[in-house]
């Protein structure tokens, strides 16, 4: 790739950086692994009392505050759990030369089983809130509610804690309304799995193997022989290559074009499996956290990220969102037994979320142009 | 308005043209009705016989291919005197002032009625056929067709002589298939029912009366006494003011950052009438038409249009056919008792033609902020 220094941020930029930066930034990442477990369990994650074990909402509005702010405090100590697993996973994918292979090819895939069981219960609850704020959206502005300023109505408390971000449902349609809780029965009971699994997860053998393994990572980075004075560069511009070529591969200039309707072809297609167009953006998403990682490795982890790579990072998370949102509403269209409203409103739903990955893929396109143009 | 020379194609720049210009154009305009109407005739608009009684598809393979023909020139015949009536219509209204005020404004509502009447057979076709079109594309690619090449399959003859762009159902799910079943049968029974109207209105006293007062305006305008040296460019000018104002009344900032999701806000709104966002743009296509009319009457009908003034009433047309598509997947998905995979379909072919509302959109304020940035 002759191109790769005028696209991406360049990880060879600077003064040299060796297997020691390495190693300090895996025991960083590892610290912050253990810190936040401890925070998790704290806030009641590895217990199963009662108002851990299932997610807000479920008790009286006077204790809902509570129990929502610590389901809060539960789910940003297992975001940050995730946060640098992905990180420690990431840095020996990308510089695994320079590891004990035995070593990082025995803790990777529990690193991503890890983090994958605790990513889902955020992932199904942010999934709701995206699809009821949709329903809203696309219902029309909401009439001014009836009554005074004041507390919120009947099990209005509970509710806005666990998605503060929805607004009233008075504005909605039959189909809306019963799209909505439809989407909400279903998802909210993924959720509640996703929760259980994940503490089961928390409290198996198979976990306490990986935090054992991490905090000997802490204190000691089982880096080869040489690694210390290797220099990291070419591994880290090799991460920046392969993003750079999965990036070629997609089809930018459609994405690029307003309103190409690509996103929406497969819309109804007899296929019920997610959509094929999506998976080559997914992957760039993976690879473009990879390259982000090894740059914290190489440049520090203080150093700010460029804003078109953050931008285009966004705008992949987005994509991935929407496109597991419309997934969900064309899942939650084969419920048997709907009403023929509540599959419209799903339809109509489904197909919104579709304009969204659209509009994704051009928010994308477009930070990838300002970088390549903008370069010298 | 002081930006209108900078804005719209200029009524008032060439030569003087006074009220003779106008009759001129209003004579040639009735004699092209005349002629369109006499075409419509020999082609069996009035006559009630079976192939011209009902729309082509209908009759056996070998005949269908005569009776499409037959009722393609019926409709270009149709859409000659529409548009001759339209042109006549709209230059008694922009030159109102020059005009006998009680014989113009006698003729006005009578020209709109046969002009609206006639125009409902060609629109249901239409719409049948972007329907179509948009639920195959949503299906995704059709399937390699399982025969070689060769003459249509069983009944395509006649299917695709109606429908000559709509690819074959094969990739189609069950949903998608039911909903173009149920789109085909409703709009197919307005279609004929709106020929059928239309053949009525053809034989009436009151079309009758509308083509004898077109044939005296053949030979004969109508003028005030001074009308015939007064100049016709402040009029003009006049209809591009009211075009220039209801295009600055129009979301144009919006509109033109694409993927604002804009059209779809009532997509689930309780209210079954069409968008009332949709009313601004109609207008301003309508506007738009008159502005063109002008133009034709003050520079002479042979002038080349301005290319971006084409191509901002092209994304008009394509903002209203998409607005009524959506409208109509809405309203069958109202039907009682149809499947909630129908319902799903229709769902996402509405939300669909919506976001070609917002495509079209996009596309107009494109054309029109070039023709102001181009301007000196």
């Given at each position: 790739?002759?191109?790769?220094?005028?696209?991406?941020?360049?990880p060879?930029?600077?003064?040299?950086?060796?297997?020691?930066?390495?190693?300090?930034?895996?025991?960083?990442?590892?610290?912050?692994?253990?810190r936040?477990?401890?925070?998790?369990?704290?806030?009641?994650?590895?217990?199963s009392?009662?108002?851990a074990?299932?997610?807000?909402?479920?008790?009286?509005?006077?204790?809902a505050?509570?129990?929502a702010?610590?389901?809060?405090?539960?789910?940003?100590?297992?975001?940050?759990?995730?946060?640098?697993?992905?990180?420690?996973?990431?840095?020996?994918h990308t510089?695994?030369?320079?590891?004990?292979?035995?070593?990082?090819e025995?803790?990777?895939?529990?690193?991503?089983?890890?983090?994958?069981?605790?990513?889902?219960?955020?992932?199904y609850?942010?999934?709701?809130?995206?699809?009821l704020?949709a329903?809203?959206?696309?219902?029309?502005?909401?009439?001014v509610?009836?009554?005074?300023?004041?507390p919120?109505?009947?099990?209005g408390?509970?509710?806005?804690?666990?998605?503060?971000?929805?607004?009233?449902?008075?504005n909605?349609?039959v189909?809306a309304?019963?799209a909505?809780?439809?989407?909400?029965?279903q998802?909210t009971?993924?959720?509640?799995?996703?929760?259980?699994?994940?503490l089961?997860?928390?409290g198996?053998?198979?976990f306490?193997?990986v935090a054992?393994?991490?905090?000997?990572?802490?204190?000691e980075v089982p880096?080869?022989?040489?690694?210390?004075?290797?220099?990291?560069r070419?591994?880290?511009?090799?991460?920046?290559?392969?993003?750079?070529?999965a990036?070629?591969?997609?089809?930018?200039v459609t994405?690029?074009?307003?309103?190409?309707?690509?996103?929406?072809?497969?819309?109804?297609?007899p296929?019920?499996?997610?959509?094929?167009?999506?998976?080559?953006?997914?992957?760039v998403?993976?690879?473009l956290?990879?390259?982000r990682?090894?740059?914290?490795?190489?440049?520090g982890r203080?150093?700010?990220?460029e804003?078109?790579?953050?931008?285009?990072?966004?705008?992949?998370?987005?994509?991935?969102?929407?496109?597991?949102?419309s997934?969900?509403?064309?899942?939650?269209?084969?419920?048997?037994?709907?009403?023929?409203?509540?599959a419209?409103a799903?339809?109509?739903?489904?197909?919104?979320?579709?304009?969204?990955?659209e509009?994704?893929?051009y928010a994308?396109q477009?930070s990838w142009?300002?970088?390549?143009?903008?370069a010298?």
């Open positions: 790739m002759a191109q790769r220094h005028h696209d991406l941020t360049d060879a930029a600077g003064p040299l950086t060796t297997g020691d930066a390495l190693a300090g930034y895996l025991r960083g990442q590892a610290t912050e692994f253990l936040a477990l401890r925070l998790h369990r704290e806030t009641g994650g590895a217990a009392n009662g108002s074990g299932a997610p807000a909402g479920s008790s009286a509005a006077g204790a505050g509570a129990a702010s610590s389901a809060q405090a539960r789910l940003d100590a297992a975001r940050a759990l995730r946060r640098s697993a992905r990180r420690i996973s990431g840095s020996l510089f695994r030369p320079l590891l004990e292979p035995e070593w990082s025995g803790i990777r895939p529990e690193l991503a089983w890890l983090s994958g069981t605790l990513a889902l219960e955020h992932a609850g942010a999934r709701l809130e995206r699809l704020l329903l809203n959206r696309l219902s029309g502005p909401a009439p509610p009836p009554q005074p300023a004041g919120a109505g009947p099990g408390g509970a509710r806005a804690a666990a998605h503060p971000a929805v607004p009233d449902r008075g909605l349609t189909g309304a019963k909505g809780a439809l989407l909400d029965r998802l009971l993924a959720r509640t799995r996703a929760h259980s699994t994940a089961q997860a928390l198996s053998s198979r306490h193997a054992d393994k991490v905090a000997v990572l802490a204190s880096l080869t022989a040489t690694a210390p004075a290797t220099d990291l070419p591994l880290a511009m090799a991460a920046a290559d392969r993003l750079a070529d990036v070629a591969a997609l089809p930018l994405a690029g074009s307003p309103y190409n309707a690509e996103a929406l072809i497969h819309g109804l297609s296929d019920p499996a997610p959509h094929p167009q999506d998976a080559p953006w997914h992957q998403r993976l690879l956290r990879l390259h990682y090894a740059c914290e490795v190489v440049h203080g150093t700010p990220l804003i078109r790579l953050l931008s285009a990072g966004e705008a992949l998370d987005r994509h991935r969102d929407a496109s597991e949102a997934s969900a509403a064309a899942q939650a269209a084969r419920t048997p037994r709907i009403a023929p409203a509540t419209y799903l339809g109509v739903l489904h197909a919104d979320q579709r304009h969204e990955v509009a994704a893929r994308f477009r142009q300002k970088q390549t143009v903008a010298p």
